[in-house]
């Protein structure tokens, strides 16, 4: 998801609210038309050059109008299919002009195949198992592109109700011992977080989150970033709350090193998997570059 706008300012900034008026206006108009507004046409509408409109909306909600007009679509898309809707249907009515342009983009935007999200990944193989590590039950899956989860809990069982909340129609196939041999590398990761995975990852998720997670897997084994931090990287200071969210919706623990995302004052926030455990990833890895 997008960074929610900020409707308000702390200090009470009068200028701050206009320009976080003037995009939500904005907003409005792209969510409510049904075809991608141009630039120009967004522009003229708060009556500011092209480039002035450009950078004062990337500033608030910290991504670019285009961006957010995708991100836009894309949810339209999945409550349509989710619902049941057809695919053609839902493409028009995501304000897609041709299904040309959506087929381009379909798979990167959900995942996989627009009709294997509309039934929940059917006709999708994911394989996966369940091992142990000393942080607990884990557990990997895959589809054909590459890792596609890693999960780690107290209950085994817990972990592969979630997987199959995730793709509630597809194909789970047990491991066989060729699997079992990938998530022996997974628990080795786990084990010596700082080595990488070296395998291919299946990464699902929106153009921003996409964009987090790549700013996450570049900061360093025994380092640690803050979520202003990863913000100012990915260009969108203002996006803090929505880089905390993309953290949140990884799915691939310790691959995607969300664990080295701390709060501001360096003290230890939120983990899905529980923050002793991020306490334990990060005590690994800084013994390891010492």
């Known amino acids: 998801m997008i960074a929610?706008?900020?409707?308000?300012?702390?200090?009470?900034?009068?200028?701050?609210?206009?320009?976080?008026?003037?995009?939500?206006?904005?907003?409005?108009?792209?969510?409510?038309?049904?075809?991608?507004?141009?630039l120009a046409k967004l522009a003229a509408g708060a009556g500011l050059s092209t480039s002035h409109f450009h950078r004062l909306f990337k500033s608030v909600t910290g991504v670019t109008p285009k961006n957010y007009a995708c991100a836009h679509r894309a949810t339209r898309v999945r409550q349509g299919l989710a619902r049941g809707d057809s695919v053609t249907g839902t493409i028009y009515e995501a304000g897609f002009n041709s299904s040309g342009r959506f087929y381009e983009q379909s798979t990167r935007m959900l995942g996989m195949t627009p009709s294997q999200y509309r039934s929940g990944g059917c006709d999708e193989d994911i394989r996966f198992a369940v091992g142990q590590s000393s942080l607990g039950a884990i557990l990997v899956a895959s589809s054909?592109?590459?890792?596609?989860?890693?999960?780690?809990?107290?209950?085994?069982?817990?972990?592969?109700?979630?997987?199959?909340?995730?793709?509630?129609?597809?194909?789970?196939?047990?491991?066989?011992?060729?699997?079992?041999?990938?998530?022996?590398?997974?628990?080795?990761?786990?084990?010596?977080?700082?080595?990488?995975?070296?395998?291919?990852?299946?990464?699902?998720?929106?153009?921003?989150?996409?964009?987090?997670?790549?700013?996450?897997?570049?900061?360093?084994?025994?380092?640690?970033?803050?979520?202003?931090?990863?913000?100012?990287?990915?260009?969108?200071?203002?996006?803090?709350?929505?880089?905390?969210?993309?953290?949140?919706?990884?799915?691939?623990?310790?691959?995607?090193?969300?664990?080295?995302?701390?709060?501001?004052?360096?003290?230890?926030?939120?983990?899905?998997?529980?923050?002793?455990r991020k306490r334990a990833l990060l005590e690994r890895e800084a013994a390891e570059t010492r």
Request: hydrophobic fraction near 40%; proline fraction near 6%.
């Open 4 to 38: 929610p706008l900020k409707r308000c300012n702390p200090d009470g900034a009068a200028n701050h609210s206009a320009k976080a008026a003037i995009v939500a206006r904005a907003c409005r108009l792209i969510e409510q038309s049904e075809t991608e507004p141009s």
């Open 144 to 276: 054909r592109k590459g890792v596609a989860s890693i999960s780690l809990g107290d209950d085994p069982d817990v972990l592969v109700r979630d997987l199959q909340d995730r793709f509630p129609n597809a194909r789970l196939i047990g491991a066989d011992k060729a699997y079992e041999e990938l998530v022996a590398r997974v628990v080795g990761l786990v084990e010596t977080p700082g080595i990488g995975l070296g395998l291919p990852m299946d990464v699902r998720g929106t153009a921003f989150q996409r964009r987090v997670w790549q700013a996450l897997q570049e900061i360093p084994a025994g380092q640690t970033a803050s979520y202003a931090d990863i913000a100012r990287k990915i260009g969108a200071p203002k996006a803090v709350r929505a880089v905390a969210g993309a953290c949140a919706a990884n799915h691939l623990a310790v691959a995607i090193p969300c664990h080295r995302v701390v709060r501001n004052d360096g003290t230890l926030s939120g983990y899905a998997w529980g923050v002793e």
